[in-house]
């Protein structure tokens, strides 16, 4: 469906209801109150969000529990939670204007990618694995004649989804699409700063037919909502995507509880290399701008690393330079925008600091690097390109989860390919050349989960995104993603 602005300004001057709980089926208060939520686009408020207590969600995994051992979602006939899955993807389609909206209105992002990543990708992966249901068989053994061996593919029983703020429908699909396809039951923790799309999806859920109990949204602080779920025994297995520190917490409360299984996608710096002998080098700085600079660098897999071949280097600053400068940095209401809000206050100020860090360790700011826009009483920043920064600066080490670039030169591909290696994470990766063996050996050499060539971004979910080292463990999208959300079973049978 085409879009006009006219239609986005109308949803967008919608009043918000408060966001609620939804346990069994209920849409309910948090016995933890309330807190409000603001608008990365003017910083006003938007609405109220429920805070879930410990006790609250106790019941949200008590009732997912229940439901799973009733059977109702669990032991379903596989051609019935397809039917249902896909009754979620139209009912998707269907609220996609407003879906996107209500997102952009709550997480800051583009409203043209928004529409396209957000609702546009959900129903995508929701079809995906509604598709999924009826095609994975379990296996027969190659065993000795008198014995018949299967092996049974089953539900881990209830899932416990904790997911961030910066594309919630998108990533939030990613885990809750498989895990009820196979027959869980599901407990998510929205982000404080994007829950309210996904509590709309719930209700969507619901009226496309997943039973009462199968999917119940907790939300709240991480640090009491996401906690409680974390610790809770009734979770079986816990999928995250956030930040390494919280990444690390839930480890910790596995440990604590009741060692449930953790699957983390905890963020990159994803280093993006340019050889000279790219084909076109004018597509590939426009390709580096929009690889971290669109959502304002909230991306996991953003390309915050840009690596140059010396010869080219400040040839190629320049036109990545000029590129950024055309980017329209405002309002992600409007469909003109290209780097929006970005998320809270407190990311903001974050990402200042990594730009003083970075000047201070020696750094050069070629464009950006200020606020922007503070009359709109929003959150926005200049897309920001810093020059010289090295292995052992800030900029080049840590994520900043912003609109700021970090460009490094290298002389030869033994150097790029070092570079590329020198850090913590393994997330994602791109390389830009026309030398097919070269491309191939960047491919293997590059400890990163996906590797793009001669472009950046733009992975649908038929293919695996698995981080390595400390960027997380285990695969979101792809049939591969199944694994997860099931237990293998092997019935040994003598004849
Ligand atoms: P970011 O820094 O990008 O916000 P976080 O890891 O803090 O990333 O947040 C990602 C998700 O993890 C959010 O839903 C947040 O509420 C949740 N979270 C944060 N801290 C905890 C915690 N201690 N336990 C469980 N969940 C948490």
């Not at 004649?145 to 049974?152: D, E, K, Q, R």
């Not at 290209?338 to 360790?361: I, M």
Request: charged share 20%; with cysteine; glycine share 10%.
């Amino acid at each position: 469906m085409a879009l006009d602005q006219a239609t986005i300004d109308q949803l967008a001057a919608s009043p918000v209801g408060p966001g609620k709980l939804l346990i069994d089926g209920e849409s309910l208060d948090g016995a933890g109150g309330t807190s409000a939520v603001l608008s990365p686009i003017d910083g006003r408020q938007l609405t109220t969000l429920a805070s879930a207590s410990p006790a609250d969600v106790a019941r949200a995994c008590a009732s997912a529990r229940a439901a799973f051992e009733d059977g109702r979602w669990s032991r379903m006939a596989p051609a019935g939670r397809k039917a249902v899955l896909h009754r979620l993807a139209d009912l998707i389609d269907k609220h996609a204007a407003e879906l996107a909206v209500l997102g952009v209105r709550d997480n800051g992002t583009e409203i043209s990618m928004a529409l396209k990543a957000e609702p546009g990708s959900a129903a995508g992966t929701f079809r995906y694995y509604a598709e999924a249901i009826d095609k994975v068989y379990g296996e027969v053994a190659p065993t000795p004649s008198n014995v018949l061996a299967l092996v049974h593919r089953e539900p881990v029983g209830v899932v416990g989804a904790i997911v961030p703020w910066n594309f919630p429908l998108m990533i939030g699909s990613w885990k809750i699409a498989p895990a009820l396809a196979m027959g869980n039951s599901v407990v998510l923790k929205p982000a404080e700063t994007a829950s309210l799309s996904l509590l709309r999806l719930a209700g969507l859920a619901l009226e496309a037919g997943i039973p009462p109990g199968v999917f119940n949204v907790v939300t709240g602080p991480g640090r009491v909502t996401g906690e409680a779920l974390a610790l809770s025994p009734d979770v079986d297995v816990l999928v995250f995507t956030g930040s390494g520190a919280t990444g690390r917490r839930l480890l910790q409360y596995s440990a604590q509880s009741n060692l449930k299984r953790c699957y983390l996608e905890l963020g990159g710096k994803s280093p993006n290399v340019v050889f000279a002998d790219a084909p076109d080098l004018c597509a590939a700085a426009k390709a580096a701008a929009n690889a971290i600079f669109r959502n304002a660098g909230q991306v996991c897999v953003a390309g915050s690393r840009l690596l140059v071949e010396a010869s080219i280097h400040d040839a190629f600053v320049a036109e990545l330079a000029e590129a950024t400068r055309k980017m329209t940095v405002g309002n992600p209401l409007q469909f003109e925008t290209q780097v929006g809000a970005v998320n809270s206050l407190v990311q903001l100020e974050g990402n200042l600091g990594f730009v003083a860090d970075a000047t201070r360790e020696g750094g050069k700011i070629v464009t950006g690097g200020k606020r922007a826009l503070e009359e709109t009483g929003g959150w926005y920043m200049e897309p920001t390109i810093v020059t010289g920064v090295r292995p052992e600066h800030r900029l080049f080490r840590e994520e900043v989860f912003g609109p700021v670039l970090a460009v490094t030169s290298f002389s030869d591909e033994a150097e790029a390919l070092r570079l590329a290696n020198a850090s913590d994470f393994g997330l994602a990766a791109g390389v830009w050349t026309a030398n097919l063996s070269r491309a191939h050996r960047m491919i293997r050499g590059i400890r990163a989960g996906v590797v793009h060539v001669n472009t950046y971004g733009g992975v649908d979910v038929t293919v695996p995104l698995a981080g390595t080292k400390q960027s997380g463990n285990g695969a979101d999208k792809s049939l591969h993603a199944l694994e997860k959300y099931t237990d293998l079973k092997t019935a040994w049978i003598q004849l």
